[in-house]
């Protein structure tokens, strides 16, 4: 089996976790700029979280032949305080040349606020500006479907190209709203919020897939780094081909990831899936 | 699209592979429920939100996944004024 991660905050897992992911087939790993669990109080810690996502996490996952992607934001959750995100924004244009970057994500909203609006639009506006890809977070729980809704007005008065934003975190309400509008969508496995590995195959199997990507999300909260293989286990006791898994697990990432030109993935040692 | 071989499209292939999981959760649900109302105290608005999606669980309508979220989504539509809490609670707490 082969698989991009395209959705790991790889920040707070332990050297294990990438062992046990390049393991099980992993080629390449993609980690959003999210909360660290508790608010910053400047723009410098900021700057040392981006420097951690461009150069140092790159290196650690190198040491196990994992290449390595980021994406750049202030998160929802710190994007009320304008002043503080207004700083954050004016720092990001310094790291989107790194090499491992992505483009700018992941970006949204958690509480659906006016301020979160707000700093989510401007986030958008640089990557329209600098022709990047765009990585969306959408809210918790009951929040998400407002969230969902919100969200794709504001990328469609922005004029973004939705086969260039991918939005994640899509449930059974969610999912037809994001494909409709014509963006990629991501179903994230977690133990107990956003979807189960069954209900992640139910939608794969009910949507057109071909633009649907699974990811473990995993962080220092409740999740697992190989929520993704697992899922593609689920997908063969349900009678889904060797072909059909890999391109969901493999084939479709790749193609949306590769809209960043300096996207690439590792050799992979195994055989087909 | 992919498409899942036969026999897994069949029911009872899907009975098979699924029916046992779905037997514990549903007597987790009931325990839960049981548990609860034994407690002293009153539902809050996510037990009440709980307890109407059970109604969709048998209606024998599709599609009962989005049909329970949607009932637990804040219905709103403008932004709110501010973030003034970070976590979300499961469940629409005006319902
Ligand atoms: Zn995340």
New interface residues.
Partial sequence: MRYIEPHAHMVSRTTDDYTAMVTAGCVAVCEPAFWAGFDRCSVDGFRDYFRQLTEIEPRRAARYGLPHFSWLCINPKESEDLGLAEDVLSIIPEFLDKPNVLGIGEIGLNKNSRNEVKIFERHVQIAVEHDRLILVHTPHLEDKLKGTKLILDILRNAGVRPGRTLIDHVEEHTVRHVLDAGHWAGITLYPESKATPARAIDMVEQYAAERLWLNSACDWGHSDPLAVPKTALEMRRRGHSATAIDALIYGNPLRFLSQYSGFKVADHVGGSV | ?????????QRD?LTD??YMEARARLLDVAAFLDRVDRAPGTDDHRLRSLRAALSFLNDGKA?R??RI??S??????A???????????????KL
């Fill in positions: 699209m992919t498409t899942p071989k036969e026999p897994w499209r292939a592979l699924y599609d996944t989005r979220l949607e637990w989504s804040d219905p709103s539509v932004p709110a004024d501010s973030a003034d809490t970070k976590g979300a609670t499961g469940a629409w707490p």
